[in-house]
C-alpha cells in the first residue's frame, strides 16, 4: 500500500499510512517512503525519516546514501558531505 500510495505522489498519504498501521513498520517501508520524498520534492519530510533511520541503525550504509541524496536534490553540499563523514566515521562506506 505503501509503495502504491508513493508511485502516485501521495507521500503524505503514505507517512499518515505508514504511522497508523497496526502493525510496527520495518525499514523497508520507511526508505521506501524516503525514496518517494526525494522523487517528489518532500525533502524536508525525507530528510527526518533518514535521520530517524540513522539514529536507529547506524551501521546500514543505505540510510546515509538516502539522507545524501536528499542533500544533493537540495543542493546542499556542505550537509551532504558531512553525512558522507559521519557514514565514513560509523565504519559503513559505500565504495564506488
Do not use: H
Not at 536534490?73 to 559521519?86: F, L, P, Q, Y
Amino acid at each position: 500500500m505503501v509503495d502504491m500510495l508513493c508511485r502516485t505522489g501521495l507521500v503524505t498519504e503514505a507517512f499518515q499510512f505508514v504511522q497508523e498501521m497496526p502493525i510496527e513498520s520495518n525499514p523497508i517501508i520507511w526508505r521506501t517512503l524516503i525514496n518517494a520524498c526525494r522523487a517528489i520534492g518532500e525533502l524536508k519530510l525525507g530528510e527526518e525519516i533518514s535521520r530517524q533511520l540513522i539514529r536507529n541503525d547506524p551501521l546500514y550504509e543505505s540510510n546515509y546514501v538516502l539522507l545524501s541524496n536528499i542533500y544533493a536534490r537540495m543542493s546542499d553540499w556542505e550537509k551532504k558531505r558531512s553525512v558522507r563523514e559521519a557514514m565514513y566515521r560509523s565504519g559503513c562506506w559505500k565504495f564506488g
